[in-house]
T-cell receptor
Framework: AQKVTQAQTEISVVEKEDVTLDCVYETRDTTYYLFWYKQPPSGELVFLIR??????QNEISGRYSWNFQKSTSSFNFTITASQVVDSAVYFCALSEAPRVASGTYKYIFGTGTRLKVLA | EAGVAQSPRYKIIEKRQSVAFWCNPISGHATLYWYQQILGQGPKLLIQ????????DSQLPKDRFSAERLKGVDSTLKIQPAKLEDSAVYLC??????????????FGPGTRLTVT
């Protein structure tokens, strides 16, 4: 069965510190996708990144970077030089390929990590 | 490009009453999802549509919840009768469907339901 674990319930950092949010996943599929979403206090989930299981290259987007390691089933997210606006709940999600050709991908979300960036 | 629209944004009802939520996905998105998010938890999938057909409703409490997506566009989610434990934010999301690729979901602002 597929599972996503975000062991860090809440993290507090001071502005300009770097912070890493952990995500560990379980799946028996060889084809799957991993995602990160941000949920600010306003409540609307915002897509950050998608990664497929065949692409282990790390990705950097501004202050955000992602480290995908299949050997440890992890897809960690690092924010460099954190800012107050980064305060939000961050969710990691996994989707596996459909079991039948007509099926669609089923998403499983982790429980989220609340990040508080203090000024 | 317009995002996912949901209404109402907030709803307060008494237990045993009924309630309905509406969602309009991003134009062209074939896949539509309804999630329930209880405070402090991650979104839990209730039902997933591909065009106007249901592809996954395994976690939908079918004795009280129902959903439809007529004409493969708008969708409504209904609860009847509501229970106290249904208090949550109900999120609608949509995504592309193209071949064997899982695309990211785009979420609406959600409907915060309080059952008293």
């Amino acid at each position: 069965a597929q599972k996503v674990t975000q062991a860090q319930t809440e993290i507090s950092v001071v502005e300009k510190e770097d912070v890493t949010l952990d995500c560990v996943y379980e799946t028996r599929d060889t084809t799957y996708y991993l995602f990160w979403y941000k949920q600010p206090p306003s409540g609307e989930l915002v897509f950050l990144i998608r990664r497929n299981s065949f692409d282990e290259q790390n990705e950097i987007s501004g202050r955000y970077s992602w480290n995908f390691q299949k050997s440890t089933s992890s897809f960690n997210f690092t924010i460099t030089a954190s800012q107050v606006v980064d305060s939000a709940v961050y969710f990691c999600a996994l989707s596996e390929a459909p079991r039948v050709a007509s099926g669609t991908y089923k998403y499983i979300f982790g429980t989220g990590t609340r990040l508080k960036v203090l000024a | 490009e317009a995002g996912v629209a949901q209404s109402p944004r907030y709803k307060i009802i008494e237990k045993r009453q009924s309630v309905a939520f509406w969602c309009n996905p991003i134009s062209g998105h074939a896949t539509l999802y309804w999630y329930q998010q209880i405070l402090g938890q991650g979104p839990k999938l209730l039902i997933q549509f591909q065009n106007n057909g249901v592809v996954d409703d395994s976690q939908l409490p079918k004795d009280r919840f129902s959903a439809e997506r007529l004409k493969g566009v708008d969708s409504t989610l209904k609860i009847q009768p509501a229970k106290l434990e249904d208090s949550a934010v109900y999120l609608c999301a949509s995504s592309w469907r193209r071949g064997a690729v899982s695309y990211e979901q785009y979420f609406g602002p959600g409907t915060r339901l309080t059952v008293t």
